[in-house]
C-alpha cells in the first residue's frame, strides 16, 4: 500500500523567513514524487517532481530514500506562496496518492 | 482548447436522486483521471482511464458508481442513488502517455464539480 503523510495541516511563516513543508511517504518500491499546488480560488496544479531536479518558483525538494521523506523547501517566503500545498505519490499502479495538505500562510 | 472542463460546476441533489459529471480532458491526452476531494482531505484517486479503457477502480468506487469513456475523449461519472456521504468535490484530470521508468504522469487538473447531497 501506498501512504503519503503531511503531518502540519497548517503552517504560518514571516515573509522572508525560511520555509518548509514536511512530507514522508510509504512505498514498497521506488515511487516518484511531486509536490501539488492549489492557489485561491485556481486548479490544483503541479510545482514540482523530484525526478526533474529543478527549482520551481524558489521552491525545491530532495526525495531521501533513507527517511523517506520528499520535504518543500524555499529559503524565502514571499506573500504570493500562500497557498495549500499537496505532496503526492506514484508508484507502479501509476495513480497519483496525495497527502492531506498543509494550508501555508505566509505573514507580511 | 483551454484545459481541462468539467460541467456542472456545482450540483445540488436530494437523496436518492442520480447525479452525472462530466469531462472534457485537453485533447491530445490519452489519460483521464478521476478524484475525490472533501473537506480537509487530499484527492482521493476513484478511476482512470487510457484512451476507453479504464484501466484501475479505487474501492471507494462503490457499485452506485459508474465512469465511461466511450471513445476516449470526454468522460461521465454517475452517482446512483445518492447518500449524503457523497457530498464532496469530483476532479477531473488528464495527462499525456506515461513517460519514465514507472510512467508517471503530470496530471491536469479541471476546476471541480462539487455535489452537494441534501
Known amino acids: 500500500a501506498q501512504r503519503v503523510t503531511q503531518p502540519e495541516k497548517l503552517l504560518s511563516v514571516f515573509k522572508g523567513a525560511p520555509v518548509e513543508l514536511k512530507c514522508n511517504y510509504s512505498y514498497s518500491g521506488s515511487p516518484e514524487l511531486f509536490w501539488y499546488v492549489q492557489y485561491s480560488r485556481q486548479r490544483l496544479q503541479l510545482l514540482l517532481r523530484h525526478i526533474s531536479r529543478e527549482s520551481i518558483k524558489g521552491f525545491t525538494a530532495d526525495l531521501n530514500k533513507g527517511e523517506t521523506s520528499f520535504h518543500l523547501k524555499k529559503p524565502f517566503a514571499q506573500e504570493e506562496d500562500s497557498a495549500m500545498y499537496y505532496c503526492?505519490?506514484?508508484?507502479?499502479?501509476?495513480?497519483?496518492?496525495f497527502g492531506t495538505g498543509t494550508r501555508l500562510t505566509i505573514i507580511p | 482548447d483551454t484545459g481541462v472542463s468539467q460541467n456542472p460546476r456545482h450540483k445540488i441533489t436530494k437523496r436518492g436522486q442520480n447525479v452525472t459529471f462530466r469531462c472534457d480532458p485537453i485533447s491530445e491526452h490519452n489519460r483521464l483521471y478521476w478524484y475525490r476531494q472533501t473537506l480537509g482531505q487530499g484527492p482521493e484517486f476513484l478511476t482512470y482511464f487510457q484512451n476507453e479503457a479504464q484501466l484501475e477502480k479505487s474501492r471507494l468506487l462503490s457499485d452506485r458508481f459508474s465512469a465511461e469513456r466511450p471513445k476516449g475523449s470526454f468522460s461521465t461519472l454517475e452517482i446512483q442513488r445518492t447518500e449524503q456521504g457523497d457530498s464532496a468535490m469530483y476532479l477531473c484530470a488528464s495527462s499525456p502517455m506515461g513517460q519514465g521508468v514507472f510512467g508517471a504522469n503530470v496530471l491536469t487538473f479541471g476546476a471541480g464539480s462539487r455535489l452537494t447531497v441534501l
Open positions: 503526492a505519490l506514484s508508484g507502479r499502479g501509476e495513480k497519483l496518492t
